[in-house]
């Protein structure tokens, strides 16, 4: 087992929707006559795609990419995109980069947001590592870090690091909603904390509800933590210590990753990987013979 | 009753930190001797310090004001600085600008931070107009909007629209704490919503214990929020509804204020100042004969 090499001498890409596929030309992007083309002719084929649509483009594409091409996909939950996927004969990893903002659609495309990003994929039981590999090398190639999870994994750690936060941001919109002095008065706090309600609704919903088996106990989880400020909201000497705690977690993020690992490419590696992505490690570069780690401490 | 003149020719400061008062020196401010050399000569006293300390800088300045001259402050609870205010025999407007970052002390002021800035003066029984229009006069002039409210108006408006996110952001970085993958997996949307969490411990905790009246409910009513889209992520319809109601309300921020009024100056004032301020409206300009608002509309 090895890393393939990414044999491809260019990219192209076809939108369902016809405007954008004049503006991606226009921009000087390569764009096929139809999905049915660049199915057929793609090694590594990237469905970018909201949820609710990711089945019914798998079975457009099903039959059509060669068994050696692999298909993988950008989506904001990673279990149901596995199950679809299992359901067809294509080889298929999941993944997710971790990059994007409130805005949607190609004018809103920006290469910049994928410098440095965490980009997922996933590894489950079946996953072909050869294609992980593949993909993890042409991945960190843009620049990108990999980070190595399950699909469960991955669907409880955005529940809470990215769908709560679009919760919370509709919430606290929503509880502004008719007080005019409060919208007068709201500031940089209030700004920052709800930028993602204007993010597309259905887009949300779909992320928020595709995710509920981990976002449901995630939002009970935060709500108990609410109430235990609530608590402590006459307390002084708690509350100060509360957001100290808080505080010291926020002050170190983004971590720093600066310890590297280099993972042979033999049968442990996939083991090794999940135990990596679990304690902060993230991939930045595969060679044909290991993986380059770089993690938060020895 | 009319707006005085703002009569200062000039403008210094006072801090009880020897640092801050030789950074500030060497910044190009005009430092005092003293505290109490300060309040005997200053028209306007501006009292900027945390609320646990306005108590001692209010005893500390009694008696040595000058009847005629105005002390505001620009904490973030207005309630409880009224109160201490009340006790001491200068004439008193409480104030909070909307403005500021996770950051404080001297080396984070920016009066970049004050442009166009929301800056609350509040409007009580037994308030001196005549004080609230020279403290608006000189505060429009800096480039601010000024907003006329009730301290209890004012305290339950900051619990929602300030004290309220800054309590999401607490929470939501001590969910993210010992896990490594979601901190390598958190982007924008958790970034920004933590990002206050960083302020001193002790400036939130006082800021919100200091105000739990107002928080305390508003943080009840969140819960309730909270649990309304629990119940609704296994329902798609019912969910896009909820994003698309929070993410109109949030386009819609910060209002557009271009409807002018000018109301003279007479008795009916305060009243109407009142009425503008729970309806979004804000004053741009004081002159002598009348009070120029701004509002969402007519």
Excluded: Y
Aim: glycine content about 8%; aromatic content about 6%; overall charge negative.
């Amino acid at each position: 087992m090895q890393a393939a090499n990414f044999r491809a001498t260019g990219a192209s890409g076809w939108d369902t929707n016809a405007h954008t596929r004049i503006r991606a030309a226009t921009a000087g992007l390569v764009v096929a006559e139809s999905l049915e083309e660049l199915a057929a002719v793609s090694e590594v084929l990237f469905v970018a795609v909201p949820m609710p649509d990711i089945g019914g483009v798998f079975a457009g594409i099903s039959g059509l990419v060669e068994p050696s091409s692999i298909v993988t996909d950008v989506t904001s939950v990673k279990q149901p995109v596995r199950d679809l996927a299992a359901t067809h004969e294509f080889t298929f990893v999941g993944g997710h980069p971790m990059a994007g903002t409130e805005a949607s659609g190609f004018a809103a495309s920006d290469a910049e947001l994928l410098a440095e990003a965490a980009w997922v994929l996933t590894i489950d039981e079946g996953t072909d590592l050869t294609a992980w590999l593949t993909l993890a090398g042409l991945i960190t190639s843009l620049g990108c870090r990999v980070i190595p999870c399950t699909s469960l994994e991955h669907d409880r750690a955005v529940a809470r690091v990215s769908h709560l936060p679009h919760i919370l941001a509709a919430a606290l919109s929503i509880a502004a909603a008719d007080d005019p002095l409060g919208m007068t008065l709201a500031a940089g706090s209030f700004r920052d904390a709800t930028r993602v309600a204007t993010t597309r609704p259905e887009l949300i919903a779909a992320m928020c509800g595709g995710n509920s088996d981990a976002l449901g106990p995630e939002l009970s989880d935060f709500v108990a933590r609410l109430q235990d400020a609530l608590f402590k909201l006459d307390q002084p000497d708690a509350l100060a210590s509360w957001f100290a705690a808080a505080g010291a977690v926020r002050a170190n993020w983004p971590p720093v990753v600066t310890h590297r690992t280099d993972l042979p490419i033999d049968d442990k590696l996939a083991e090794q990987l999940l135990a990596a992505g679990r304690a902060g490690g993230q991939v930045t570069a595969v060679t044909t013979e290991h993986v380059v780690l770089r993690g938060p401490s020895a």
